[in-house]
């Protein structure tokens, strides 16, 4: 019974030390040769033998303009979580709070877009976005991504609204407050935690984004980080350590807001997936 | 509080007007064009079903499609396995629990074109780390090609999502913290082991929720395309070209239009296959009690 205990506990340290080695590992070796020489790479020694150089990240904005891509990356996914978050939270208050004719016509014509993979829409949001005059503009994507996110996010903030206690409103009303005065001063101090679960999500999906940044957008002026990678992957190939930091530099981001805001996107992802 | 009826048809009107733009327009114009010769630069005509047939006598279309299928596959079986494993493991709570869900979340969380970027370094045949540790354990000069070799491209393309199941994991996680604890102290008062607990207890518990994580799994195999392009953009031949991957070719490559949107409308209904296929399996929308 001892011996099985033992042999139990070595499985469990085996796998979660593989799992956990493959998900960080690749991260952790690429952010440690990010500081070496090219030489240094190529001859695969470790440890800093030169001490830690810095040379790289420099290289890396030269030979990009990743400031630009920092920047648009910034306005995109700010503009996208908040045009995501305000539409939507309207939207679901109307949906949650009230009945109306068709309401749950259009609750099944929404819930229609998490059936539709991304690269289904490629042309056709490709011809959409070109034809509006939105296209190689960061308003287009915004828009775009504030779309890619309308079923999480209406999900999450409805299934929020419905916990609250319709009391709440009806005193507001009977003081005379109007709809709108009800719903900013009374439903959204409160709807914070949905707030934040949806914006944590839909921040790092217009963060992340790739395929449509790539297709809706030409030229440096509206590239987005992730796009720095692919069209650069050519002029870094001569240049590792360059390459490394550049990678390290898209991938930080997105580390940093998991860990600051970790329970958010593990309530988020729980919720947003029980729509079934 | 009829008054309202305004101010409810102007809260809905922003989300429906977005939905249209991104989805309605998209869904009427995939469909619609997928019974034409639409390609850049040449007036339309009305082919009927021609695109549907063509694209079945394209090989690398149906390759796309067998690969596709067979991520499909391996997503379901064993990349729910290693997540469902993961959170029996975590939901021991021990000390490392946090930690544990941390880095395992992080290929994840971080944009796929990264990801893609740092697989690419790490089994780069010069310098890459996979290589150097084969060198370092006794092989001299070992240098394989990991992405590019034909025969070993497809299961390094895999290998970039397969194992990273922390999203499967967390959405066990939740559920397994609705459980009533009673009901796991009934079993260890009737003499059953950790194991048998999970086996006989919990599992039949989270049949739904393995059962919508399979549903999200097997149809996030319809998006990749970030990592394939970064890492071998179908390649070497068609080797681990998909479904999106083909797409994008046909559509922006060869500006084939009307051929890239058929091949979208058999995407849309491969997923709806799987999804429809995954709820039976599982028996789900069929309530247990």
Do not use: D, K
């Given at each position: 019974m001892k011996y099985l205990k033992y042999m139990n506990q070595l499985l469990i340290f085996i796998f979660l030390t593989l799992i956990i080695g493959i998900s960080i590992g690749p991260f952790l070796w690429v952010f440690f040769s990010s500081f070496k020489g090219n030489s240094e790479i190529l001859s695969s020694v470790s440890g800093f033998p030169n001490g830690l150089k810095l040379k790289n990240y420099i290289t890396a904005f030269q030979m990009a303009p990743l400031a630009r891509f920092y920047i648009n990356s910034i306005i995109v996914a700010i503009g996208g979580t908040l045009l995501n978050l305000v539409l939507l939270s309207m939207a679901a208050y109307a949906m949650a709070r009230f009945d109306f004719k068709g309401k749950n016509s259009l609750k099944l014509l929404l819930s229609m877009?998490?059936?539709?993979?991304g690269a289904a829409l490629l042309q056709p949001l490709y011809i959409t976005v070109k034809t509006t005059g939105l296209y190689d503009s960061l308003f287009g994507l915004v828009i775009v991504y504030a779309g890619f996110g309308l079923p999480t996010t209406l999900y999450i903030m409805m299934s929020y609204f419905l916990t609250l206690p319709k009391e709440l409103e009806e005193s507001a009303y009977l003081d005379g407050a109007s709809f709108v005065n009800t719903f900013v001063k009374i439903i959204l101090p409160v709807a914070k935690p949905a707030f934040s679960t949806a914006g944590v999500l839909q921040f790092l999906l217009c963060w992340n984004e790739f395929q449509f940044a790539l297709t809706l957008t030409t030229g440096n002026n509206n590239r987005t980080l992730p796009l720095a990678l692919y069209y650069f992957k050519s002029s870094f190939a001569s240049d590792y350590g360059a390459m490394f930091a550049a990678t390290v530099l898209v991938t930080i981001p997105s580390i940093i807001v998991y860990i600051a805001l970790q329970e958010h996107v593990v309530s988020g992802l729980a919720a947003g997936s029980v729509k079934g | 509080m009829s008054h309202n009826k305004k101010w409810i048809v102007l809260f809905l009107l922003p989300a429906i007007i977005l939905f249209s733009f991104v989805y309605a327009i998209s869904l009427i114009v995939l469909i619609g064009t997928s019974f034409t010769d639409w390609s850049i630069g040449s007036s339309i005509h009305f082919v009927g079903i021609k695109n549907y047939i063509d694209l079945l006598r394209t090989p690398d279309f149906i390759k796309s499609i067998l690969n596709t299928l067979i991520w499909i596959v391996l997503q379901s079986t064993i990349h729910i396995g290693i997540g469902v494993i993961f959170a029996l493991i975590l939901a021991r709570k021990k000390w490392y629990f946090k930690m544990a869900r941390t880095a395992f979340m992080i290929p994840n969380i971080i944009s796929s074109a990264a990801l893609g970027m740092l697989f690419l370094c790490v089994f780069n045949p010069q310098f890459g780390a996979v290589n150097n540790l084969i060198r370092l354990f006794g092989v001299k000069n070992f240098s394989h090609n990991w992405f590019m070799d034909p025969r070993t491209s497809f299961i390094t393309v895999t290998l970039t999502w397969l194992p990273f199941a922390a999203v499967v994991a967390i959405l066990i996680l939740a559920e397994m913290a609705s459980v009533d604890e009673g009901i796991y102290e009934a079993a260890k008062v009737d003499g059953a082991s950790e194991f048998q607990t999970n086996i006989y207890v919990t599992l039949p518990m989270m049949k739904n929720i393995i059962g919508t994580a399979t549903v999200l799994a097997a149809t996030s195999m319809l998006q990749k395309l970030d990592i394939i392009m970064i890492t071998?953009?179908?390649?070497?031949?068609?080797?681990?070209?998909?479904m999106p991957m083909f797409i994008y070719k046909t559509a922006l490559?060869?500006?084939n239009f009307s051929l890239a949107n058929t091949a979208g409308v058999y995407l849309i209904a491969l997923g709806l296959i799987s999804v429809v296929l995954i709820n039976k399996i599982y028996g789900m929308g069929k309530s247990d009690v």
């Open positions: 877009a998490l059936l539709v993979p | 071998t953009s179908g390649g070497p031949g068609n080797r681990t070209l998909n490559s060869q500006n």
